[in-house]
């Protein structure tokens, strides 16, 4: 039997064959593409080990393309990795097949993709439903995606002043002094979570907090919010009163609902799936307004989707193809 064999691509090969430019077109494709029902049924699994303080998320979904992909990524969360064994907190494979044969094409590494996808799903959410004016940033959390949400944010807004905060006090004084010598910003670390939040027009949220710090009375009319951290069930950023007064925009409803900042305020009451404005990929093809004046406050709940997983993967894939990157084996 015929077979092309599956290429293994690692975090170098990644970082070689896409940019943060490029994973932003192609994230924005994947939610224009899922709107127009050209994808194939995005899904979560969510895995508990409690014995080793550890959980696994695993998404699997597909686009139609060029061509017709579909795979499957599975992330190991061990936030205490870094004391414990020395390894990373985040570990994650990507599976990638064909479509149209059913045939594996990839395995690569699930990281370098998670952190770009992620921090591109903001910059195209912000470009739809942040004012165009926006020039202020709150950032919290100076992991790694604090940082490439900034870079993202960048490169879609002529942004003048960010504030930091992290409850490392280390983290964020390193954070500030690096990404203002590599964005040539002022970026400042804020004292409280106050500081960095009141009267900006953007806030990034993207911490593993399980209780919400960002309060309602932080946030000014006219913010854009994106809602990266919480991702699994129990984890919480956002004080659940604030979506009381917020335009709600998801990037997938199903999966907002159960493991996205949405969970707490409609297990309070708060809010109901009726009370949803609707899906990013709605607002990118025009099936919905994004903003509608200066004053709204806009809440993007994202839990990080398979479609923007297969649009990169994919991309990357191609790409590795065509320049001889990887490594090929033949399975069977």
């Known amino acids: 039997m015929k077979t092309t064999g599956i290429r293994i691509l690692t975090r170098a090969d990644l970082e070689r064959l ?12 994947a939610f224009a593409l899922h709107a127009h029902k050209k994808s194939l049924a995005p899904g979560l699994l969510h895995i508990d080990v409690p014995q080793a303080d550890g959980e696994f998320h695993i998404k699997c979904g597909g686009l139609e ?5 579909a795979c499957l990524k599975m992330s190991g969360g061990y936030f205490a990795n870094p004391a414990r064994f020395g390894l990373p907190s985040i570990q994650s494979t990507i599976l990638l097949w064909s479509g149209k044969t059913g045939s594996p094409l990839a395995c690569m590494d699930g990281i370098h993709i998670t952190i770009y996808r992620t921090g591109a799903a903001t910059a195209v959410a912000a470009k739809y439903l ?6 202020t940033v709150g950032i919290f959390g100076c992991g790694n995606q604090g940082r490439i949400q900034l870079r993202a944010l ?3 807004f002529s942004l003048k002043k960010v504030y930091v905060y992290d409850v490392d006090a280390q983290a964020k004084e390193k954070y500030a002094r690096e990404m203002s010598e590599l964005l040539q910003l002022e970026v400042l670390p804020a004292s409280n979570v106050e500081q960095a939040a009141r009267a900006r027009d953007i806030i990034v949220a993207c911490t593993p907090a399980r209780k919400f710090y960002l309060e309602d009375r932080f946030i000014a009319p006219g913010t854009f919010i994106a809602a990266v951290g919480a991702d699994s069930p129990g984890k919480q950023e956002l004080e659940p009163t604030l979506f009381r007064r917020a ?4 990037d997938i409803l199903e999966q907002c609902v159960q493991v996205g900042e949405l969970q707490h305020p409609m297990r309070a009451g708060l809010t109901t799936m009726q009370d949803v404005h609707g899906e990013l990929g709605q607002v990118i093809i025009g099936d919905i307004p994004g903003r509608t004046s200066d004053d709204e406050i806009i809440v993007f709940d994202t839990t990080g989707t398979a479609i923007q997983d297969c649009a990169t993967a994919a991309l990357a894939y191609r790409r590795a193809v065509a320049q001889g990157v990887g490594q090929v084996i033949q399975l069977f």
């Open 65 to 69: 393309l060029e061509e017709i992909y």
């Open 154 to 156: 960048n490169l879609c």
């Open 247 to 250: 335009k709600i925009v998801v």
């Open 130 to 135: 942040a004012r165009r004016d926006s020039a």
């Open 18 to 29: 896409l940019s943060l430019e490029d994973c932003i077109a192609a994230v924005e494709k």
